[in-house]
Structure formats: C-alpha cells, structure tokens
C-alpha cells in the first residue's frame, strides 16, 4: 500500500468571483451592501404611491432608516410619510424608531441612453400618435399644390 501523508495537498478548485470577494472579512461590506438592496427592494412595494421612484433606503444604523430623495419636495414626502415607513419597516421583520431623510444632486435612477425610446404600451397611445401625425401631414402646406399652380422656383414649362 502507498504511503499517505496527511497534509498532501489537494487541488484547488477556485471559487467564483462573487463568493471570493465575500469569503472573509474584507467581503462584509459587500454583504451589507446586497443586504441594504434587498432591504429596499422589500419596502419600495410599501411606500406610499409616488414615492418609491424618487427615494431610496441608504442605510439602517441603530434604530434608523435612512433614505436619501432626488429632491427638497420628496424629502417633504417622506418626512410626512414616517409613520407609514415605519410601519413598512416592521412588516419586513425590522425593528426602527425614526426615518432619517437626506437629499441628494445626482439624480436616484440614471438617465435613459440618447436617442432611446419608450414604447407605446396601449393601442389608445398608437392610435392617438398616429391621428396626431396624420392630422400634421393634412395641415402641411408642402404636400398640397394649389389648383395646378406651379410651386415656387419650379419651370413653368415656357422657353424664354
């Protein structure tokens, strides 16, 4: 029988980049940061009407929520809001005290890419856009002619 040694090595099978930059400890921010994220898109649902596009949950210290605003008026909001927040906050299993409300100047959700359009989701919307260009083509005078008169700068069709 071969002689085994008791700390031959083994082959290494490497890890996925995702689970080694969260292995040891230098990984907790990142843990905290998906944490945070997954946080906020549990209560984003539960916020009032109008508010989840233009706030978003930065951080929970102690027994605080903090959200940070796109704006002073939804800053407002949310501050009116606290009581329903709070509320939110414990139906998701946390346990806060206050809502912390900061504003920022870079704007929450990027901007869409130039030259990028929305689809038109209704029939009503593509019907109401065609009936708007079709009404535009009626009213253009460059695409009538008047009783056979011939349009500026064109050849009369007279020698001179």
Same mark, same amino acid.
């Given at each position: 029988?071969?002689?085994?040694?008791?700390?031959?090595? $083994?082959?290494?099978?490497?890890?996925?980049?995702?689970?080694?930059?969260?292995?040891?400890?230098?990984?907790?921010?990142?843990?905290? %940061?998906?944490?945070?994220?997954?946080?906020?898109?549990?209560?984003?649902?539960?916020?009032?009407?109008?508010?989840?596009?233009?706030? $978003?949950?930065?951080?929970?210290? =102690?027994?605080?929520?903090?959200?940070? /605003?796109?704006?002073?008026?939804?800053?407002?909001?949310?501050?009116?809001?606290?009581?329903? +927040? !709070?509320?939110?906050?414990?139906?998701?299993? !946390?346990?806060?005290?206050?809502? +912390?409300?900061? /504003?920022?100047?870079?704007?929450?959700?990027?901007?869409?890419?130039?030259?990028? /359009?929305?689809?038109?989701?209704?029939?009503?919307?593509?019907?109401?856009?065609?009936?708007?260009?079709?009404?535009? $083509?009626?009213?253009?005078?460059?695409?009538?002619?008047?009783?056979?008169?011939? %349009?500026?700068?064109?050849?009369? =069709?007279?020698?001179?």
């Amino acid at each position: 029988m071969p002689d085994l040694k008791p700390n031959t090595r $083994r082959a290494a099978v490497p890890l996925p980049a995702a689970e080694a930059a969260m292995a040891d400890e230098t990984g907790a921010p990142l843990r905290r %940061a998906l944490w945070l994220d997954a946080l906020d898109q549990q209560l984003r649902p539960l916020l009032p009407p109008g508010l989840a596009p233009h706030c $978003r949950l930065a951080n929970v210290s =102690g027994g605080q929520l903090v959200f940070v /605003t796109d704006s002073p008026v939804w800053r407002a909001r949310v501050r009116l809001a606290e009581a329903e +927040i !709070l509320g939110a906050a414990r139906s998701v299993g !946390l346990n806060p005290t206050a809502v +912390i409300v900061k /504003t920022t100047t870079v704007p929450l959700q990027p901007p869409a890419p130039a030259g990028a /359009t929305v689809p038109l989701v209704s029939a009503t919307a593509r019907q109401a856009v065609s009936d708007a260009l079709a009404s535009l $083509r009626e009213s253009d005078p460059s695409d009538s002619q008047d009783s056979g008169a011939p %349009a500026p700068g064109s050849a009369t =069709g007279r020698a001179t």
